[in-house]
């Protein structure tokens, strides 16, 4: 009779636990959040969605940086690159949303690569944009050694080769990316090979090793010291630091749109508002700082600092401009993911 009793009640315990467990893993991850008012408490990780050596992974990295004393805890920058940036926003969507995880992006991967591409992701709800610290304008570059003198050499060149001169490009639907095809759609006797890196360092690198005939850069600082020689502003305007090097509009490109290529630093959806307001309050001060613009010098990206606000509002208008010119393009009807 003891001994029934002793297994009554041990199953009874067994079982309160058993559904005690199923309850709690059925409540929304962001219940488990640490409490904000006490954040950070801990080291916080920052996923930069390229490879090392290219113009989002110098200034992220000293974003980290400058932010670090403001926020009382060390910032550890990890490198998740391929795929445009998309592997390493998918993580980031998926992870607890306690503001302890971060990603430094380019916009394309909220914007262009989940038009053209099933992400698994809703680029404007699954991911929150704490701000953003930066606008690439990219450049085609050659080595130093290339026997294309400058943009209307290479275009010669492309038009007698035609489909078969190589640009290594930082991913495919990266903005140097999208501008180059664009131009070959706009002329089709431009087409080249593209050959997708993890990140612009990636592509330099191929570019002098020769395996590619030119490449999608933003490195000033290897164009200064002759390393590398820029043939094209890939974006509507040319740059300050380089003023007599073309942009699209000299040679009667349109300029693709800014829309895929700003610098935004995230956090996971439904990370609470007030870890959302501490961090944004730390890294727009990191943004302003002069270590900072001093770094965004050295690269062909200008300070574009927008706020959480501001930057979920242009992200809404490039998704919208996006979807209406890849549909006059012919490239996408409908995007290939919902944003929302």
Do not use: C
């Amino acid at each position: 009779m003891i001994m029934k009793w002793y297994l009554s009640r041990h199953f009874q315990r067994t079982a309160g636990i058993l559904v005690l467990a199923v309850l709690l893993a059925a409540l929304p991850a962001r219940l488990f959040a640490a409490d904000s008012y006490d954040f950070p408490h801990k080291v916080l990780d920052l996923s930069i969605v390229f490879s090392p050596g290219g113009a989002l992974d110098a200034a992220a990295r000293v974003l980290a940086g400058e932010a670090e004393p403001l926020l009382g805890q060390a910032i550890v920058p990890r490198n998740e690159a391929g795929g445009g940036g998309m592997p390493g926003v998918a993580k980031l969507a998926a992870a607890r949303p306690d503001g302890y995880s971060l990603a430094a992006a380019v916009s394309n991967a909220l914007i262009y690569i989940p038009h053209r591409n099933k992400a698994p992701y809703k680029p404007l709800a699954d991911v929150e944009p704490v701000l953003a610290f930066g606008q690439a304008a990219p450049l085609l570059v050659v080595a130093p050694g290339s026997p294309y003198a400058d943009i209307d050499a290479f275009f010669a060149a492309s038009r007698e080769h035609k489909g078969e001169l190589r640009i290594g490009v930082p991913g495919l639907g990266t903005p140097s990316h999208i501008a180059l095809a664009m131009m070959s759609k706009h002329d089709p006797s431009l087409t080249w090979r593209f050959v997708p890196f993890g990140g612009p360092g990636e592509a330099e690198t191929a570019l002098l090793g020769g395996h590619v005939d030119a490449a999608a850069s933003g490195a000033l600082p290897r164009i200064k010291n002759g390393q590398l020689r820029p043939l094209m502003v890939l974006a509507g305007s040319r740059l300050p630091a380089l003023p007599d090097v073309p942009a699209l509009a000299d040679r009667g490109f349109a300029d693709p749109g800014r829309g895929d290529s700003l610098f935004v630093l995230l956090a996971p959806g439904g990370t609470p508002e007030t870890t959302l307001d501490k961090l944004e309050a730390a890294f727009t001060r990191a943004a302003q700082s002069e270590a900072f613009l001093r770094a965004l010098e050295g690269w062909s990206v200008a300070p574009a600092l927008k706020s959480r606000a501001e930057t979920k509002a242009f992200l809404a208008e490039a998704w919208r401009a996006e979807s209406a010119i890849l549909a006059e393009l012919g490239l996408t009807a409908q995007p290939a993911t919902r944003p929302e």
